[in-house]
């Protein structure tokens, strides 16, 4: 039987992420209202937090682990200068389409190597942001936000859902299958009320 368990892949369902939720709080972590998954380099960034709250990964049975060596596998939290990173009114401004006219990137420019489609996807302040998921022909709700990168990788943040979703592959180029919008279309059908 398949339980998803093999080559050390262990699925994040909204259980394992509740479960998470709960040990941080047992923590002090009362609220989280955006977690940014840092990549290689950025340790540097974390370690100038201020009061920081520094829980090493291992320690937590419901966070799933790395594979990369080097990889730091802690969670950080703090302030930067004594102020949060982002506030909500900030991540909602940067995630609204900032494009001319409020076009959509199909419009606006060209894929240079992705499968996903562009239409009725905007983009915001690093982000590209769903405006019409009909168009888009992927399950998703509007105004989710999210990402990739050159090797198939890709986070989406969906606040209408409540979910967020970090996928890491190493699949190049992300053009030869259509992976991201099958994980999308396969975390959305699994959605239910």
Aim: charged letters at 20%.
């Amino acid at each position: 039987m398949d339980d998803g368990h093999h080559r050390g892949v262990v699925p994040v369902t909204r259980e394992r992420a509740d479960a998470l939720a709960d040990e941080l709080a047992l923590r002090g972590v009362e609220s989280i209202d955006l977690m940014v998954v840092l990549g290689s380099g950025l340790g540097a960034f974390s370690d100038a937090l201020e009061n920081a709250c520094v829980i090493p990964g291992a320690e937590l049975e419901h966070l799933p682990r790395s594979a990369v060596p080097g990889h730091a596998g802690r969670i950080v939290f703090g302030e930067l200068d004594g102020v949060r990173i982002l506030g909500p009114r900030t991540v909602d401004y940067m995630t609204q389409n900032h494009l001319p006219g409020g076009t959509d990137l199909e419009t606006f420019g060209r894929p240079l190597f992705a499968e996903s489609s562009y239409d009725g996807v905007g983009f915001g302040l690093g982000f590209s942001v769903q405006l019409d998921p009909a168009a888009n022909k992927v399950l998703s709700s509007p105004g989710e936000f999210a990402w990739g990168g050159a090797a198939s990788t890709a986070f989406w943040c969906d606040p209408h859902e409540d979910i967020a979703v970090v996928f890491l592959t190493q699949l190049l180029p992300s053009s030869t299958h259509p992976i991201r919008p099958q994980l999308k279309q396969l975390v959305y059908q699994a959605l239910v009320d």
